[in-house]
């Protein structure tokens, strides 16, 4: 049987649950980023982000955040643009929800994003109005 030469397994590579994202300073955008809001996650370290200019960008999560912390749908983020390519940005920032509801109160964000929800597409929303009716007829014939 092999001897364990290495230095811890799975429970190593998690790590502690650190908390230290509890109480951090709000970050504003500067120049040349911007704050967006997640459309839809891709796979890949990649995902659809709907800019707060109007833009839907292509977004890359950075190597720092990409297995440390979790973006799902609907939250938002402050992207970082590209001087090469408009339509690509990178993921420098998630926004915790009480930040976000800061930034929306402060105005950076306008009041038409909707927080704490994902997203929902008009093509989905469309999808899901469809519903059937029976009768009591029907019913008894099954």
Known sequence: ????????GKNRKR????????KRELVFKEDGQEYAQVTRMLGNGRCE????DGT?????????MHK????AAGDIVLVGLRDYQDDKADVILKYMNDE??????YGEIPDTVRLNEGVVDEE???AHDDYIQFEDEDIDKI
């Open 100 to 105: 976000a509801r800061l930034l929306k109160a």
């Open 49 to 52: 982000a709907l800019c707060i």
């Open 15 to 22: 790590g502690k649950n650190e908390a230290d994202d509890e």
């Open 68 to 71: 440390k912390v979790w973006i």
């Open 124 to 126: 989905d929303a469309a």
């Open 1 to 8: 049987m092999p001897k364990n030469k290495g230095k811890g």
């Open 56 to 64: 839907k960008r292509l977004c890359h999560i950075r190597g720092k």
